[in-house]
């Protein structure tokens, strides 16, 4: 990790954490200090990544959260303040990929990816930011973040994922709304659009004939690590980024300018 950052006292909640970046940004905010509550469908990934937390000195909790159901959004929110505290830093993460042409999408596809990736994340965060602003009521002085993980998809067109791109560009633009309504709370509310980054859901692919070819095309024909987001994530995090707020930050090595 090249930026030292101190979240002591912080509780980040990070949905989609049992795999992929979600669970490299609750690591990497764990190892920064802060208290992290992981939240994900697949309850027993998540208990190994609280245990390969806790060995390294870090403290994490567990909840169960499906971010296509209402109720589960309220529940988990609330056991998450239950057992760690009120929660300061939301990193809304949860997500699904979707590759077909835009004629061959069916409604239960589309209605899928979108409550995955734009309703979902829509509701955990006014869930999350009901509290937050219950608090700064009480006390205007306290910082809270949001960061929206949205996609490089949401700026340009990219062929046969096309539902996946809507819903990401949906989720850029909640992210100025909310920045807009939020932002006297003290609430920053920032968006992360990663481009092309190696995780085990995708590694295979890029080491395939497809994803040669696809990272040829590509300022400098290479796929990210996800550590290569970690100083811009503990940036958003933290309260240096007190400025910053409605940001769409595209880290994709000059992807989205081709």
């Known amino acids: 990790m090249g930026v030292e950052m101190n979240f002591e006292g912080k ?5 989609g954490a049992s795999s992929g970046l979600g669970t490299r940004f609750a690591k990497i905010l764990a190892r920064a200090g802060a208290q992290v509550v992981l939240a994900s469908r697949r309850v027993e990934r998540l208990k190994e990544l609280r245990a390969e937390i806790e060995a390294e000195g870090g403290a994490a909790y567990v909840v169960m959260l499906d971010v296509t159901d209402y109720g589960s959004i309220k ?5 998450a303040e239950t057992e760690a505290g009120p929660i300061d830093i939301l990193v809304n993460n949860s997500g699904v990929a ?3 042409q835009l004629a061959d999408v069916t409604p239960e596809e589309y209605a899928f990816v979108m409550d995955t990736n734009q309703r979902g994340a829509f509701f955990v965060a006014q869930e999350v930011a009901k509290r937050m602003i219950a608090r700064a009521k009480g006390d205007p002085q306290h910082q809270h973040r949001i960061i929206n993980i949205a996609s490089v998809a949401a700026l340009r067109v990219i062929p046969q994922i096309g539902i996946y791109s809507m819903s990401k560009a949906a989720l850029v633009h909640m992210t100025k709304a909310m920045a807009v309504e939020w932002g006297r709370y003290g609430i920053n509310v920032n968006a992360i659009c990663p481009g092309y980054v190696g995780t085990e859901l995708n590694a295979e692919f890029y080491a395939s ?11 400098r024909k290479r796929v990210g690590q996800p550590a290569y987001l970690d100083g811009l994530l503990l940036l958003l995090a933290s309260e240096d980024s007190q400025f910053i707020n409605g940001a769409i930050i595209a880290a994709d090595d000059g992807m989205s300018l081709q």
């Open 11 to 15: 509780v980040a909640l990070v949905t």
């Open 75 to 79: 529940s988990a929110i609330a056991h």
């Open 98 to 100: 979707s590759s077909q």
């Open 209 to 219: 004939d497809a994803g040669h070819k696809m990272l040829d095309m590509l300022p």
